[in-house]
């Protein structure tokens, strides 16, 4: 699979094989979390309705099979530059985490709002934080931008 498959507007749709394949590699990275069943959601909406215990990944959130899996479809070259993002919480931890891990540099650009348990934990694990804008898309613009103008990779969350 492709990186260019997992970008917004990309015309070749993802299989299930693409998926499987994700699965797999990021399968050393991420935890296998449990998906139980919910009494009460599944009462409430007259559906059997399973509940994915994602709270239970280091950071917390499903955001770390995206992050990780898309550090692995970096090239050697795309890996020493590094990689920027926007995100205002756990898509930004989630990929400083997981770039620590695997000795890539990242920047997180926040907007001036995003939480400082949130800020904190991205710089706890060696990113480069910058606080730009006051919502995500003008963090976005400002990532997009930077990301061009120092050949970093952009990852989106």
Known sequence: MTFAKQLPGAVEPLTCDDIHAAAERIKDHVLATPCTHSEP????????????QEYLQRTGSFKERGAVHALMLLSGEQKRRGVITASAGNHAWALSCHGSRFGIAVMVVMPRFA???????????????????????????????????????????
Do not use: F, I, M
């Open 41 to 52: 959601l599944s009462e409430h909406t007259g559906l059997e309705v399973y509940c994915k």
């Open 115 to 157: 939480p400082l348990t949130k800020l904190s934990n991205c710089r706890r694990q060696g990113a480069q934080v910058v606080l730009h804008g006051d919502n995500l898309e003008e963090a976005c613009a400002y990532a997009t931008q930077l990301g061009q103008e120092r050949g970093w990779r952009y990852v989106s969350g």
